[in-house]
């Protein structure tokens, strides 16, 4: 490409190859990264800042952020209506990202479209907030189910996944002393399910 800018000018052919090459560039610039902060994220253990923090918030954040690549896909996401405000004590960027890395999972799982339902409530004993994330994609093999949270493991096709999605959540959730499960058959759908401490106190005060 610079040695074709040299010449006085570029003919509508080099322009058009020109724009294919950019994009993939950007394309592939984007990859390399998502695959580099993958391995940062994986690699390094982060102080938490913990706080009260409005879980609902968090799924209306993820809607935007991902509500395009949804629509196009023909999935709808349902946030649920919680009895009560669910707030969680932990560090708001982190959680987010977990639950983020869950979401486009599902979103992944289902390219013909599909629904993702959010919910959180509180556990009986009220210590805790339960987080469920459902799909109604094609389902985990229980053969993958036990290796979904290891570390570069990855069903993906090559160039589409370093596997490091879940096992980033599972230290994310780890790190804040909660669990994570999954509930999953095939043909059945995915439904993750998380217990995050409660918060004493509303956010901000």
């Known amino acids: 490409m610079r040695q074709s800018f040299d010449k006085e000018s570029l003919t509508k052919e080099e322009m058009e190859r020109f724009r294919s ?93 599909g629904l993702i339902t959010v919910s959180a409530e509180p556990s009986p004993d009220g210590k805790s907030l339960i987080i469920r994330i459902q799909d109604t994609g094609p389902g985990i093999p229980e053969n993958v189910r036990s290796k979904l949270f290891e570390p570069f493991y990855t069903t993906k096709k090559d160039g589409h996944g370093t596997g490091l999605g879940l096992s980033v959540v599972y230290g994310i959730m780890w790190q804040h002393g909660a669990t994570i499960d999954v509930e999953s058959a095939e043909g059945k759908g995915t439904t993750f399910i998380i217990s995050l401490p409660i918060a004493a106190e509303s956010p901000g005060s």
């Open 21 to 113: 090459y950019l994009e993939l560039i950007s394309a592939e610039s984007e990859r390399c990264g998502k695959i580099v902060q993958g391995l940062l994220s994986f690699a390094r253990k982060k102080d938490l800042r913990k706080s009260a923090v409005d879980l609902t918030k968090i799924f209306e954040d993820i809607a935007l952020l991902i509500g395009n690549r949804m629509k196009i896909q023909g999935i709808s996401l349902r946030i649920e209506e919680p009895g009560i405000t669910p707030i969680a004590h932990c560090d708001g960027d982190q959680i987010k990202q977990a639950l983020l890395n869950i979401i486009l999972n599902s979103v992944e799982a289902m390219p013909n479209g």
